[in-house]
């Protein structure tokens, strides 16, 4: 089983779309928790970090479920921009970062 | 955010030649870097963990002599691949952790052997 479990994708939303990514983990251990979005071909830039009291910033809210070990990121008003990969991300303490697969998301006019 | 650069973005070089690649914090000391490698289509996958003064931490699978890492200050962690191979080509990246533990990312370099 992968550390890290997100929705093979890929989603094709229309502009204008609510789309949400899930993703799961396994190390019960873990302490932090990101959502990256890449593009193709660059790094991954962070996007926004996850916390259990849930986070929005703008159109992306995240939420994390410590118990169930679930990590979600909900798009509202999806913008062509918003193409790209989207990244779970799990931290434990000071060690590397382990990353989900990823979720392709285009966004079509 | 903090500023992570690498250098060169992009790399050609023929088989069996060793190229080596920078990452340096711009902006930030960070006592701890991070070595990633991403194959076309898949996630990043950690290499090793390079902490300032000390020897890197390599993941399981990655060789430790083919990979060379020094982390001799600061700002400045490099990698080396030895003696490079078709399979070496990939996408290296690099990232610095901050005091708070943040991570930033570098550009990435591009390798491609021949």
């Known amino acids: 089983r992968k550390e890290v479990e997100q929705d093979p994708g890929p989603f094709n939303v229309p502009e204008g779309a609510t789309v949400a990514f899930n993703c799961t983990y396994s190390n019960s251990a873990s302490q932090s928790f990101f959502w990256y979005r890449q593009d193709c071909r660059k790094e991954p830039k962070l996007l926004m970090s996850?916390?259990?009291s849930g986070n929005e910033d703008g159109r992306f809210t995240a939420q994390l479920n410590r118990a169930s070990q679930y990590i979600s990121l909900l798009i509202r008003d999806s913008k062509l921009s918003d193409s790209a990969t989207y990244l779970c991300v799990v931290g434990t303490g000071r060690r590397a970062l382990t990353f989900g697969s990823g979720t392709r998301l285009q966004v079509q006019p | 955010g903090a500023v992570v650069s690498q250098h060169p973005s992009r790399v050609i070089c023929k088989s069996g030649t060793s190229v080596k690649i920078e990452c340096r914090s711009l902006?930030?000391?960070?006592?701890?870097m991070f070595w990633y490698r991403q194959f076309p289509k898949q996630s990043l996958m950690l290499m090793a963990t390079s902490n300032e003064g000390s020897k890197a931490t390599y993941e399981q699978g990655v060789e430790k002599d083919k990979f060379l890492i020094n982390h001799a200050s600061l700002t400045l962690s490099t990698l080396t691949v030895t003696s490079a191979h078709p399979e070496d080509s990939s996408f290296y990246i690099c990232?610095?952790?901050?005091?708070?533990?943040?991570?930033?990312f570098g550009p990435g370099t591009r390798l491609l052997v021949l």
């Open positions: 996850v916390y259990s």
């Open positions: 990232s610095a952790m901050t005091s708070v533990e943040t991570q930033y």
């Open positions: 902006d930030f000391q960070a006592t701890t």
